[in-house]
Nanobody, 127 residues
Framework: QVQVVESGGGLVQAGGSLRLSCAGS????????MGWFRQAPGKEREFVAA????????YNAVSVKGRFTISRDNAKNMMYLQMKSLKPEDTAVYYC????????????????????WGQGTQVTVSS
């Protein structure tokens, strides 16, 4: 099982950018798709983006398409979420998710699809 730790959150003005990082440990880091989720106060945890084992294929939620980019560097056991053109509605705790239960990327899009989670990092976008 992979252990993951997020970093890179913070306070940013609307229109600004942030890059989140997810550091993984464990020799199975590159064996499964990974993803990013977020949870705003009073709301359910929602899918943001996912990337396949190699990093060659990814997909985003409609709400962040064109603004967020997910990537991974298996040599460094790292995953990233580059966020630009941030909006106040992007404010949430962002979670790194690892150990997708399926090898198929398209099946890695719900919280129940992943076996390992980080503690989360807060992103706040001011208007």
């Amino acid at each position: 099982q992979v252990q993951v730790v997020e970093s890179g959150g913070g306070l940013v003005q609307a229109g600004g950018s942030l890059r989140l990082s997810c550091a993984g440990s464990g020799r199975t880091f590159s064996s499964q798709p990974m993803g990013w989720f977020r949870q705003a106060p009073g709301k359910e945890r929602e899918f943001v983006a996912a990337v396949d084992r190699s990093g060659a294929t990814s997909y985003n939620a409609v709400s962040v398409k064109g603004r967020f980019t997910i990537s991974r560097d298996n040599a460094k056991n790292m995953m990233y979420l580059q966020m630009k053109s941030l909006k106040p509605e992007d404010t949430a705790v962002y979670y790194c998710a690892a150990d997708c239960l399926s090898m198929l990327l398209i099946r890695c899009r719900g919280p129940g699809d992943f076996g390992s989670w980080g503690q989360g990092t807060q992103v706040t976008v001011s208007s």
